[in-house]
């Protein structure tokens, strides 16, 4: 067997969020591919990471991409993708208001003003409001897409279980080869069914409909002893 290379801190902490990230995707949970693609991207030479992401990345995008052929959610991402927009179009516009009238002696009444501006945070909250509403409402309807048509997507699903599970392994052997403190790599995972893992303690998060595992790798914690 080949020895095993030294590893920094931070390429394994790399690693970690890579198997956190492609574990979420498996159970369509996503996380922005943009970030992974940032990280890949910058570096310098090809390793297992960027072998991973190269070998998921159309299942990430099939994936990302599913809910799209649903005319009501693509519907209703249209309504929210105006909010933003326009949040930032009232901010301005709210700032030169206040410039022009204070700038030009518009009005001779400093109460005139304050309605002004009353009126115009007013109407920002209106839109911050149906923004926050319309997001949430977004994120309720992907999330039961997802339970209704996510087997539409099992094959990429499990190509990322598998993919995650070979970097599980490679982050094990590092761990144990280097002698290191696998709790310092704590992982966030949706699944506890992977080998090499295990599992800390389970909880369901507030905002989520699924089990989350803070698992570790199996080998000797360095604070047991």
Known sequence: MSAVKTVSDKDLGTLRNMIQWLDGYAECYNADPFKIEKMVNKKKEEDEISNAWSQVRQDVSDIITLPDSSEEIANANKKVRIYRPLSAVLIFGSGLSVLLI????????RVDVLAILVVLFA????VLTLWYRGTRKLYRMVREYYKTNGNRASRQRAHLKSVAQRLIDSLTLSVRANKLDPEKYKMKLLNND??????????????MDILVYTSVVKARSLTEG
């Open 102 to 109: 204070s700038g030009l002696h518009l009005t001779p009444n």
């Open 123 to 126: 109407i920002y909250a209106t």
């Open 194 to 207: 992977y080998s090499n893992i295990r599992v800390l303690k389970e909880e369901k998060p507030r905002n």
